[in-house]
């Protein structure tokens, strides 16, 4: 993946379609990926948490909002277009409606998760919605979750747990989970919930 480092945090090139066709082609492959969604907060969060900063170098970093694209402007580096979560969702829940992809949806309250998974069913029909979980659990909840993500087996887990609690909950449960494509999403499911 080629990548451009701005403000220490190494942001992938892709253009939004390239950056859905390169995600389509690793949740085919199951190639694991943990992609996130990257604006001037989570750029200034990384600056000042070195965990955080591992935790993105790690992973698929794509520049959500104007904000980055300006920043790469202005510092000449070859990144053009912004790649937003909630377009992201979209893009890859069509593809999950025409492939028939599972999907795991954790995050919000749980009014919100479930209104979120109303409107993705209506949506996406041809997508599995296998699962779902609202975002406040226990930390001894947090097995048999990962248990159940499992067992679910989607292809896509969307987790919406704000930034940047959401990616250090992804990434402390990593080396348990086997979704293909995990993604962190903020508050997108409040936006679906509408
Ligand atoms: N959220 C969650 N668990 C938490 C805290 C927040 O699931 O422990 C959810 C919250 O309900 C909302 C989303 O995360 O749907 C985004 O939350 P917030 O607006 O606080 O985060 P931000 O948009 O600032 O990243």
Request: net charge positive; charged share 15%; aromatic share 16%.
């Given at each position: 993946m080629k990548e451009a480092k701005i403000l220490g945090v190494s942001f992938s090139t892709l253009g939004f379609n390239a950056t859905v066709s390169d995600l389509v082609a690793r949740a085919e492959a199951g190639q694991r990926t943990h992609v996130v969604t990257a604006n001037p907060e989570v750029v200034m969060i990384a600056k000042e948490n070195a965990g955080f900063q591992s935790i993105l170098d790690q992973a698929y970093v794509v520049p959500d909002g104007i904000g980055i694209v300006y920043a790469a402007k202005m510092l000449d580096k070859p990144l053009h277009e912004r790649v937003t979560g909630v377009e992201l969702v979209d893009a890859l829940m069509q593809e999950a409606n025409t492939q028939g992809w599972k999907v795991f949806l954790l995050g919000a309250s749980p009014d919100v998760n479930r209104m979120a998974a109303a409107r993705l069913e209506k949506d996406?029909?041809?997508?599995?919605?296998v699962g779902r979980r609202d975002g406040y659990f226990s930390a001894d909840e947090e097995q048999l979750l990962i248990n159940e993500i499992n067992a679910a087996s989607p292809d896509l887990l969307f987790v919406a747990m704000g930034v940047p609690r959401q990616e250090f909950w992804i990434a402390k449960h990593w080396s348990q989970l086997n979704t293909p494509i995990v993604i962190g999403i903020g508050g997108v499911f409040d936006v679906l919930a509408g």
């Open positions: 996406f029909p041809g997508a599995k919605i």
